[in-house]
């Protein structure tokens, strides 16, 4: 049964439900945890330590969720730059989980890094050293953030202000609009870039650590995997939200796009595999993969949780079955979401005996970031119109979009 | 489809026109240095570990000139003594002994001071920086604690307060505050009893390394001085008379950290002519593409008449 998302809607559901009072709880304790954090040190709440000194909150709420955040990039550039006008509906639910995404990992690393109150040089472009990766990434992402995703999420709010009944509401929604209707080509090509930029330098970062890093994941070419990866965990990530808000708020189960988006993941995959055996041929370290120590295993997780499902998502019959797309997906996810955590974590040598797992305050931190992220999710889709709905149900509620060429 | 091909095309040459303003405007950054000379009047440390005889005299002699409070934790709070660099050790002196229990070496362990150090490459604001003589420095206003000279450093040098509200990274510094005021040469070589570490300008330093080499042809590991090329040179160069690595120095590349990640940052920026071809290429198209977004977008509201759904 399958049906044709038409338009966005607002959800008319209550917001206080259990789920949602779940992670807004585990986000609450993650802030409590994180005020005794700035009161003590790093120290007394993570397991990080001079040998591992980056760990769950850089390596999982920066590094991996911001690549599950870059399906506002991802599909962004399938919608616009390709021009699959499909993507279209599904376009405002992507830069949503982008939004949550890169906003609570920048949280988390504001909480992470030990001395915040100096980001204010940043903002003096002669303290930058423009060698640094690190820069770039922190220059890169906040601009994109500032500048980019808050943009890009504005027209469902924009909508709820031009129809709140103040008419001087109103005329700044409209005045906004049509500044955004001016400058929207700009503001795109800005989107595409600054990710572009700052997902490649994510990979980047660990090739300034040389030998540190095991050479199955150690390379040249580290920014181009991690920008592709960030395709293929962005697609992934907005092919779980969508599947997983069809089966709970029944909107419809658009398998047309839903399908398309899974195989240009799937492909994604495929391409990303060929580049990296390629490259790790290239450097001769082919071999170190069938030794089954530490690193060839969860380099083969890696390689399979990735590319099987990848190649069975290709094929129609499976991939139109929707509990085994959700299955596949998932899967894609967690093995992507491996490769970006691997090269500082798992396959790092911190030279010495220096030993490594998060603390219980530091994984219920990064888990309360990460909750922080789905409870504003769960909030913006009761509150404005986000998720794509089948004909039925938009006609049922009522999808008044002044504002749907956004 | 034909008209979308059409407004591609044109995107498409928009794009080089604005490559071409963009590559008249912009001045391609020079030609990058591909490996960086040390610096002629570069000072640093020559560590013999033949000559050592482990009484760790230059210990507390660090701690001292430092202000550093002793780590008593592996004595029970008895005397000094640090199992590893820590946030209040900036020189420790280790014993290696291999499981036969014949072959042994002290080592000293400290900041390397390298020509092309990967913590300054990695460090976003110039805190940590290579200073006067080339040491390489810290400067607390500038550092925002992230860490990054921790995971870069390829000896596992930067040590970070992780017990502290206002944490510093802690390092050797060669006594930068002291050499050339109060004393001539850092804590540690001043009380050597053996000279086993003695300062001086590297170039210096090497040539007496290399002296003493070919003074004992086979003495020292694969008569080599640790330093003179490993990540691309540094300032604390080590003899030793057994393997490096067993005594916890790493094999590396001659070609820096840095200088791979300044080749690879050149080839994709090309001095940030990249960004904006892409940007100006992918603005192109979008405006193409928004055109046709809002005809077509127009044109289904002709069919849906009626409704609120008018164009504002």
């Known amino acids: ?406 | 489809m034909d008209v979308n091909r059409r407004d591609a095309l044109k995107a498409l040459f928009g794009g080089s026109a604005f490559a071409a303003i963009a590559s008249t405007a912009v001045p391609v950054a020079k030609a990058s240095e591909k490996a960086v000379e040390p610096e002629v009047d570069a000072v640093g440390l020559l560590y013999d570990a033949t000559k050592c005889i482990g009484c760790r005299a230059c210990m507390p002699a660090c701690q001292n000139a430092n202000g550093l409070k002793p780590d008593t934790g592996g004595s029970g709070g008895l005397y000094q003594q640090p199992d590893t660099l820590n946030s209040h050790t900036k020189n420790l002196i280790k014993l290696y002994v291999a499981d036969d229990g014949h072959e042994r070496s002290f080592i000293k362990q400290q900041c390397m001071h390298c020509v092309d150090p990967a913590c300054v490459s990695g460090c976003p604001m110039k805190a940590l920086h290579k200073e006067g003589l080339g040491v390489v420095a810290w400067t607390s206003y500038l550092c925002i604690g992230c860490r990054y000279c921790q995971v870069a450093c390829p000896f596992n040098i930067p040590k970070f307060e992780w017990d502290k509200v206002n944490p510093k990274i802690v390092k050797c510094e060669l006594c930068d505050h002291l050499v050339g005021k109060a004393q001539a040469e850092p804590a540690c070589t001043k009380v050597c009893p053996t000279h086993a570490v003695v300062y001086g300008k590297r170039t210096d330093l090497l040539a007496e390394a290399h002296r003493r080499i070919k003074a004992q042809p086979g003495f020292y590991f694969e008569d080599r001085v640790y330093g003179e090329f490993e990540a691309g040179g540094t300032q604390c160069l080590v003899l030793s008379h057994v393997d490096f690595t067993k005594v916890g120095l790493p094999k590396l590349d001659k070609e820096s950290a840095p200088a791979q990640v300044r080749k690879v940052n050149d080839f994709i920026y090309q001095g940030f002519l990249t960004p904006l071809v892409v940007y100006g290429g992918v603005a192109a198209i979008m405006r193409g593409r928004w055109k046709g977004h809002l005809s077509e977008h127009e044109h289904q509201e002709h069919e849906q008449t009626g409704a609120e759904g008018k164009k504002v």
């Open chain 1, 1 to 406: 049964m399958t049906a044709h998302w038409e338009k966005c809607i607002r959800l008319k559901e209550p917001l206080l439900t259990k789920p949602f009072l779940l992670f807004a709880g585990l986000a609450a304790l993650s802030f409590l945890l994180a005020l005794y954090r700035e009161l003590t040190g790093l120290g007394y709440v993570t397991g990080l330590n001079d040998g591992y000194s980056w760990g769950l909150f850089k390596n999982w709420n920066v590094t991996t969720l911001t690549a599950l955040g870059s399906g506002g990039y991802a599909v962004a550039v399938f919608a616009w730059i390709f021009n699959v006008r499909q993507f279209h509906k599904v376009l405002r639910t992507a830069v949503l989980t982008s939004l949550v995404g890169y906003g609570t990992g920048m949280l988390a690393l504001g909480i992470d890094v030990g001395r915040p109150w100096n980001f204010i040089w940043i903002a003096n472009p002669l303290t930058w050293n423009q060698h640094s990766v690190l820069l770039e990434v922190a220059v890169c992402m906040t601009a994109y953030f500032m500048l980019a995703l808050d943009v890009e999420n504005m027209p469902p709010f924009l909508e709820r202000m031009y129809r709140s009944g103040d008419p001087k509401k109103k005329e700044w929604a409209m005045k906004i609009f049509n500044f955004m209707h001016k400058t929207f080509p700009f503001g795109i090509a800005l989107a595409f870039i600054l990710p572009s930029m700052h997902q490649a330098s994510l990979g980047q970062l660990m090739y300034l650590a040389g030998s540190r890093v095991h050479p199955l994941w150690q390379t040249a070419l580290l920014p181009l995997l991690y920008l592709l990866m960030a395709y293929i965990l962005g697609f992934s990530c907005v092919l779980l939200v969508l599947m997983l808000s069809s089966l709970t708020w029944d909107l419809g189960w658009d398998q047309e796009i839903l399908g398309r988006l899974a195989v240009i993941m799937s492909s994604m995959v495929a391409l990303w595999t060929v580049v990296r055996f390629v490259d790790i041929g290239r450097r001769g370290a082919l071999g170190l993969i069938l030794t089954f120590d530490r690193y060839s295993l969860v380099f083969l997780a890696e390689t399979l949780l990735l590319l099987v499902p990848a190649l069975l998502m290709l094929l129609k019959p499976i991939r139109t079955r929707p509990s085994v797309l959700f299955q596949l997906c998932l899967l894609v996810a967690i093995g992507g979401s491996l490769y970006r955590f691997t090269p500082t974590t798992l396959a790092f040598f911190p030279l010495g005996n220096y030993r490594y797992f998060p603390s219980v305050a530091e994984i219920l931190m990064s888990v309360g970031f990460t909750s922080l992220g789905v409870a504003v999710f769960l909030y913006a889709v009761k509150k404005y119109a986000i998720l794509p709905a089948s004909a039925s149900k938009v006609a049922a509620e009522t999808a008044l979009q002044p504002f749907d060429t956004l």
